[in-house]
């Protein structure tokens, strides 16, 4: 049995032990914040983008760091995940990407807004969030695309992969382009890549207006396809 002072004292001890504690907490998430929200890299475009993102009311279907409705996916780490391309085709035409299955709304969004939406979804990926969300295991090609892809390979890992699949790997929309090089010149992918609609009406795969170097890279890339 404590002694009524040894009762008091055991009282007054752990309360000023766990306060100190709880003092020490709050005092190291307040230091850790200021290298931790990515401020230093907000440009106008991000800003621009948040209003967007506000206006346009993306959180009644989306969350961002953990808020808002689950309706559609999180978007905290989607430009890790998708890539800003594969972002930026998806917001001029949620279709494009998976014809006929697809609940996103089509937004009339111009091209600036388009890049300052992706600015502002880039930059929420820029936070320390500790981790938050946790990857899951897509374990698909679908998720390879990390910085903006400036070859054909990852050009093709960042947005054809959604439809196509080259060695196994990626969407089934459209067929396998693996030996395309040998059904197809270079001035037909040429044709097909700057306007499939005009080679084919009517067909699914959508007009991705790459520009021309990119374009140009991505024939020399499927002529060599064998
Ligand atoms: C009416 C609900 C709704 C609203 C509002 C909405 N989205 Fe979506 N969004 C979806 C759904 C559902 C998906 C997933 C299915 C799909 O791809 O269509 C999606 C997918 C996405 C994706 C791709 C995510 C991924 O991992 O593939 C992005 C990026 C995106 N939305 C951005 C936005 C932005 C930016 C806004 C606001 C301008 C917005 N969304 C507003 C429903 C919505
Ligand atoms: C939204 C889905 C989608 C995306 C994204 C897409 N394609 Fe396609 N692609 C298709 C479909 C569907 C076809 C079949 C078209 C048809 O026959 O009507 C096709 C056909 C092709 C063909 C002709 C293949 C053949 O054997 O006839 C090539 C080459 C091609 N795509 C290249 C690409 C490249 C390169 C990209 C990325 C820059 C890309 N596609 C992105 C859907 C897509």
């Known amino acids: 049995m404590l002694s009524k002072s040894q009762a008091r ?34 440009t106008e475009s991000v ?22 409705a689950y309706y559609a ?3 905290t780490r989607v430009v890790e995940r998708r890539g800003k391309e594969w972002i930026a085709i998806f917001l001029r035409d949620p279709e494009a990407m998976f014809p006929g299955q697809r609940r996103m709304t089509q937004y009339d ?19 320390d969030t500790n981790g938050f969300p946790a990857t899951p295991d897509l374990g698909r090609a679908l998720v390879v695309a990390i910085e903006a892809p400036t070859t054909a390979p990852e050009y093709f890992g960042t947005v ?15 067929p396998a382009l693996d030996g395309v090089g040998n059904r197809m010149t270079r001035a037909e992918l040429d044709r097909w890549l ?12 959508p007009n991705l207006s790459l520009p021309d170097t990119t374009r140009g890279e991505l024939v020399d890339w499927l002529v060599s396809l064998r």
């Open 9 to 42: 004292w055991f009282f007054v001890g752990g309360t000023v032990f766990f306060f100190a504690i709880f003092l020490f907490l709050t005092f190291d998430t307040l230091r850790e914040i200021p290298a931790r929200q990515n401020s230093e890299a907000m």
């Open 47 to 68: 800003v621009r983008g948040k209003h967007l993102w506000d206006a346009k009311n993306c959180m009644g279907c989306h969350t961002i760091l953990g808020e808002g």
């Open 73 to 75: 996916p999180e978007l």
């Open 109 to 127: 969004f111009s091209e600036g807004e388009i890049q300052d939406v992706v600015a502002f979804l880039d930059w929420i990926g820029g936070i």
């Open 160 to 174: 054809c992969v959604a439809c196509h699949t080259v060695a196994g790997s990626g969407g089934t929309v459209g």
């Open 194 to 205: 700057s306007d499939p609609q005009a080679v084919k009406p009517g067909t699914a795969m």
